[in-house]
């Protein structure tokens, strides 16, 4: 059997599978601990932030030489695992390689440099260079962490700096935990984005064997709350035709050579942006559409990949479309929520899973990747997607105390 390091924060459910099948060592932080078996075989480290600190550490405390493979399950533990393949010579991408693209700097400088649209950025280490990044911009900027995910730690600001400008570089300059961001910052252009989508793929030795174009329901800064989604569209769309080679380009910019990828993109009045790429799976309900529509699993994906496996999947001959839908949440005690059931009458809904019940206490970062539950539908249109949503804002409840 072979032995895997398991690099990763508190995110139990994606290390849960890889305990029970393999001979495994988790590496995290202490604080995270408590939530896994109590027989999990544990590499502390002071912070995942500091990848060569980090792997330092585990060689310190394991005898590394043992382990065949390093998995990364969390984004912000993907440059340490990095770290460790290149300190032992492990298969996989090495830490030059995912530096590339979790490391937004380094990214945008590489979509520039390969000719894709992207927005004009500048990089800030300090408030001062925030602020003078901030007024060379034409209207609005967006401030955020070089090493972030998602929505985490973002601030749209104007050229006057009002007190919620001031929190944020308050929170920036003073993390509380590991898990909170820091300098350096990247200051971005505000483009006015009418649409937006994702085009999640698969690389094999630096040629992508699947991608498959979605569109977000509304553009992802616009929410704040409500439901959040998007649907996946043919791969006749002209968009989506011109989003896939995107992709393609943005792959190869970055040097990605194995695993699933992640692209974000941004449709304004002037044509498509480039806005990020991750070597990781789309989180929410992204696997489970992709799954449906095309029988792609991009959770095995990064499994398969990570311990040198080929990765196979059999593709559906369908061509219905396929939405999935991100329910929101709340800060507070669950006093009263949706049962499964109840979105399961609705018509063309296939699948539902809650995350949260009555008596669930919801607290910490909540972002758009938070959700109570996760709504998977089939498309005969694109009509068929409006209608569900209606529905599901009718019937979804959340309230809490």
């Known amino acids: ?23 495994a060592t988790v590496v ?36 590394a030489s043992e382990y065949d493979f390093v998995v990364s399950l969390s984004e912000r533990a993907s440059l340490t695992a990095s770290m460790l393949r290149s300190l032992l010579d492990l298969p996989g991408e090495k830490f030059d390689q ?23 950025f500048y990089l800030a280490g300090n408030v001062g260079e925030v ?54 910052l990247l200051v971005e252009e505000k483009l006015d984005v009418v649409s937006e989508y994702h085009c999640d793929g698969f690389v094999e030795d630096g040629e992508v064997c699947y991608a498959r174009v979605s569109k ?7 929410y704040s709350d409500g439901i959040l989604g998007s649907f996946t569209l043919s791969h006749n769309d002209p968009v989506a035709a011109n989003i896939k080679l995107m992709h393609k380009e943005s792959v190869n910019a970055v040097g990605i050579l194995n695993g699933p990828t992640h692209f974000e993109v941004l449709g304004t009045a002037q044509g498509l942006y480039a806005g990020e790429i ?28 990570a311990i040198g496996m080929p990765y196979e999947f059999f593709g ?21 929520i949706s049962d499964a059931s109840e979105l399961l009458a609705i018509p063309g809904i296939v ?27 089939k498309l005969n249109s694109t009509d068929d997607a409006s209608r569900i949503i209606h529905d599901v804002m009718r019937v979804f409840r959340l309230e809490v105390l």
């Open 28 to 63: 995290t932080e202490s604080r995270f601990i408590d939530e896994y078996p109590l027989d999990t075989s544990f590499a502390i480290v002071d912070t995942l932030n500091d990848p060569y600190q980090a792997a330092s550490q585990v060689l310190a405390s394991i005898n």
């Open 278 to 305: 991750a070597g990781r799976p789309g989180g929410g309900g992204i696997r489970d559409m992709l799954m449906l529509r095309d029988g792609f699993d991009s959770y095995k994906a990064r499994l398969y990949s």
């Open 1 to 23: 059997m072979s032995k895997l390091l398991i690099v990763n924060t508190g995110d139990i459910k994606s290390a849960r599978s890889l305990l029970l099948d393999f001979d």
């Open 316 to 336: 559906t001959e369908s061509d219905v479309e396929v939405l999935q839908l991100m329910l929101p949440t709340r800060r507070g005690t669950i006093s009263a």
């Open 131 to 184: 602020i003078n990044a901030v007024d060379m911009m034409p209207k609005q900027s967006i401030i955020k962490p070089v090493y972030s995910a998602g929505s985490d730690a973002i601030h749209v600001t104007g050229k006057h700096r009002d007190a919620t400008f001031w929190r944020y570089i308050d929170r920036i300059s003073s993390p509380e935990t590991t898990s909170e961001k820091s300098f350096p």
């Open 351 to 377: 699948d539902c899973r809650m995350s949260v019940s009555v008596g669930d206490e919801v607290g910490g970062l909540l972002d758009s990747s938070s959700v109570s539950g996760i709504v998977i539908a």
């Open 216 to 222: 977000y329901l509304r553009p992802v800064l616009d």
């Open 98 to 120: 995912v530096l590339g693209y979790t490391d937004k700097y380094i990214m945008k400088r590489r979509f520039k440099r390969a000719g894709l649209q992207t927005a004009r």
